[in-house]
């Protein structure tokens, strides 16, 4: 069911919009295959640079790069952009150079299918390398060319990774088959480049990643392996078995291997637990049938890394995942191939002797996991070196929170987790399963970016890959998508999105100043079967449209929506969540959950005020705790996304700190504790790093820390305190010019702070305690 909605479309003048450009390098691809599937393409260039010059390399790439500076990991891109237009990463690679010959390294995977994570649109590299401003290598422009072959180790006829991604990552390798990222190695065969038509570019607008290597800390167990029958019923996801126009991929007759299949066929036969520390510089041994499961502590967002020792030919299956289920590792838990097959086999480049050589294998593509499991089924080998390297977001470690409850710590470092993994270059609903701009948990994430970094401009790119195009394909007219940037051929949305664009554009303009994207058009108008949650919140997107355009019309009809809603909705106890048109009226229906009650009082429908009655049932026999009591059995229960979030966001705004307090510890500390992350479920049957959860970090610092609101455009910080069981508080928030740093701690009768803010700032104050505020210099 839908409801009576206006589709926003929100546009911008390109004319806003930095456009960097190249000096000299054009875009590249093999001639003739731009547009083919999963083709994995290495460029090269070799050059020199004089001593004490600052050399930079500027690039990017469709669909995908991954940079090495003479065979070091340097970089990962590019920052995803909207249709039409790529952003374009400029790095200083001048620490990375030796004297004499250099090697600049790319790995450009062009995918070519449709995704929620990755645009469809033709492949191609462009690059160059600067010196002092000279151009001194470069694709098809001055200096010294990058010279492409066809990567041939990556198996390009696999399996897609799952519905909202790309393809899985099948490999077979051999000693020295990365040779070519150095100076010095045998060049392989050259292929023929043609340029591509000119790219319009937008600047990367985000911190660059650390790519900080991670080890795996702890031996699980280790045990034996072995394939039998394959299930009756295999799982089978649809881009398996549906491969066509609206799920693009190889159909599943032309796959080279299908290692989901493969490994459903496989069980352990014996599972000897370990359970101490890993002794990273012991080989694990994988011989035939044998497996081995290890724990890098908490959920991690990043490539797979592995140094392997094969004294035979061998298939080696790395498979992982968030959770152990039962003791081991169900790659199939999420419903995407949670699965790497690398093949070190006879045929491969470099044949395997009797004194085998070392192979340094890192995954093309992020994932998160807190749990690795190799199996090798054929073979024998050594592995050593199990990491993974972050592909998150850096700037986080300005902000601080602490507490005298080292539970509430806990969940505040389980947020900053949750929200580095989940903002690379957009607000992401999962870094796993999808890696998808989500509207509606962006409006929750958008959040916690100003508390941890001080900026908005992870959701100033999130915004603009919205606006800059000038229709989305498979759309209505005037629709925005559900999930940005992304392709949508089965012409899936969800109206309701892009409600919640609205009311994130609200804020954003309140915390960024940022008003160069706001224009309004009004389109297309939906009515069916009348949902009140959905009016609820189509009144608040009307409201914030009439504050952003200053169009009192628009605010009008959202109160009298309100009105309506109230009158028609309102049963006397509870707000029921929908009408039915029958015979051209509408007829009330008794369906009534938790979320609605929270959308009425979340989107101004009602107050404590005027709904006492159900104000005091929803605050004292709702919560955490109602699984048990079984209160209202009859209202069905609210989950984490999106009513648990409402819940706080309620409860905050009516003054209840220590109600809050203590259900963030029911909600989610069990969470934290598990993965180091927050779920997008209460839960772990889906995605364990959600990033619409981090929210938890801005609910600390305003209703813990008392840090209620920081006004970064006027420069105005709102201090709230409350009666908090706790004895101290601290934290520091990261703004424009400095940080805010504020410390709270009880002695007796009296609540005693410490405040600091940059110069220009006004610092107000608010205490609903019972205790005597004291401010301390």
């Not at 706001?518 to 009016?535: H, L």
């Not at 048990?628 to 648990?644: C, D, L, R, W």
Request: glycine fraction near 6%; include cysteine; charge should be negative.
């Amino acid at each position: 069911m839908t409801t009576t909605l206006v589709a926003l479309l929100m546009t911008s003048a390109l004319s806003m919009v930095p456009n960097p450009q190249f000096q000299s390098a054009k875009p590249i691809w093999p001639s003739g295959r731009e547009a083919e599937k999963n083709l994995c393409v290495g460029f090269r260039a070799e050059f020199t640079a004089a001593a004490g010059q600052r050399v930079s390399l500027r690039l990017t790439a469709s669909t995908l790069y991954r940079l090495y500076v003479n065979g070091v990991h340097t970089g990962y891109g590019p920052a995803r952009g909207p249709h039409g237009f790529y952003r374009l990463d400029e790095l200083d690679i001048t620490d990375r150079l030796a004297p004499g010959a250099n090697v600049v390294a790319v790995e450009v995977a062009g995918y070519n299918v449709n995704s929620y994570y990755l645009i469809d649109q033709p492949s191609f590299l462009q690059a160059e390398v600067t010196s002092n401003g000279k151009v001194i290598a470069s694709t098809a422009g001055d200096g010294a060319q990058f010279i492409a072959h066809i990567l041939t180790e990556r198996v390009q006829k696999a399996q897609r990774y799952s519905f909202q991604r790309p393809f899985a990552e099948v490999y077979h390798l051999a000693p020295g088959y990365d040779a070519w990222r150095v100076s010095g190695s045998p060049a392989p065969p050259a292929v023929e480049c043609a340029v591509q038509p000119a790219k319009s570019l937008l600047t990367r607008g985000v911190p660059y990643p650390t790519f900080t290597a991670r080890p795996a800390i702890w031996d699980i167990a280790s045990g034996s392996a072995e394939a039998g029958a394959k299930p009756e019923k295999p799982w089978a996801d649809r881009v398996l078995t549906g491969i066509s126009d609206k799920v693009k991929g190889y159909p599943q007759s032309e796959l080279e291997v299908i290692p989901s299949l493969d490994l459903q066929a496989v069980h352990n036969s014996s599972t000897p637990a370990i359970n101490q520390p890993l002794d990273s510089g012991r080989p694990i041994t994988l011989g035939p049938n044998s497996f081995h499961i290890v724990d890098f502590g908490v959920n991690y967002t990043g490539f797979i890394g592995v140094r392997i020792t094969a004294r035979k030919p061998t298939r080696l299956y790395l498979t992982f995942d968030e959770i152990l289920s039962d003791n081991d590792v169900n790659f199939m838990r999420m419903g995407c191939v949670n699965i790497i097959q690398l093949d070190i086999a006879p045929g491969t480049p470099v044949q395997l002797t009797a004194t085998p050589s070392d192979i340094h294998f890192e995954s093309y593509e992020p994932y998160t996991f807190r749990y690795l499991k190799a199996i090798v089924l054929d073979g024998d080998c050594d592995i050593t070196s199990l990491t993974v390297r972050d592909y998150t977001n850096p700037d986080v470690y300005q902000a601080h929170f602490a507490c005298s409850d080292p539970r509430l710590n806990t969940l505040f470092n389980a947020g900053r987790e949750t929200y580095r993994q989940n903002a690379v270059d957009v607000f992401t609903d999962c870094p796993s399963r999808e890696r998808a701009g989500w509207l509606c948990d962006s409006f929750f994430t958008a959040r916690v970016e100003p508390d941890l970094s001080g900026t908005t401009a992870v959701e100033k790119n999130f915004f603009e890959n919205f606006l800059l195009p000038p229709k989305f394909e498979h759309l209505p007219g005037g629709m925005l998508p559900m999930c940005y940037p992304s392709d949508h051929n089965d012409g899936v949305f969800i109206p309701n999105w892009a409600l919640w664009f609205v009311v994130q554009l609200d804020e954003y303009r309140a915390r960024s100043g940022d008003t160069a994207f706001i224009e309004w058009s009004k389109a297309n108008e939906f009515v069916q079967d009348v949902n009140y949650p959905s009016n609820m919140l189509y009144a608040k997107a009307l409201e914030c449209a009439g504050r952003l355009y200053n169009a009192p019309d628009l605010t009008a009809e959202a109160a009298r929506i309100r009105d309506v809603i109230r009158q028609q909705s309102f049963d006397g106890q509870f707000f029921v969540d929908n009408a039915l048109r029958k015979d051209g009226k509408l007829e009330i229906t008794k369906n009534r959950s938790e979320v609605c009650q929270y959308f009425a009082f979340f989107f101004d429908v009602a107050t404590p005020a005027s709904q006492p009655d159900l104000w005091k049932a929803l605050t004292e026999q709702f919560g955490p705790d109602r699984k048990n009591t079984k209160a209202f059995p009859e209202i069905h229960a609210a989950n984490s996304f999106v009513g648990n979030m409402l819940r706080f966001e309620i409860l905050s705004r009516y003054g209840k700190s220590q109600q809050i307090l203590q259900e963030s510890i029911g909600y989610l500390l069990y969470m934290a504790e598990r993965t180091g992350t927050l779920w997008e479920n209460d839960g772990p049957y889906a995605s364990c790093d959600h990033g619409f959860a981090s929210h938890i970090v801005h609910t600390l610092y305003r209703d813990v820390l008392g840090a209620y609101s920081v006004d970064t455009v006027n420069k105005v910080v709102h201090l709230r305190f409350s009666g908090l069981d706790l004895t101290w508080c601290e934290g520091r928030i990261p703004v424009p010019g400095g940080a805010i740093d504020l410390h709270w701690w009880k002695d007796n009768d009296t609540l005693n702070y410490r405040v600091t803010a940059p110069a220009g700032y006004k610092v107000e104050t608010e205490n609903t305690g019972a205790l005597k505020l004291v401010r301390h210099p």
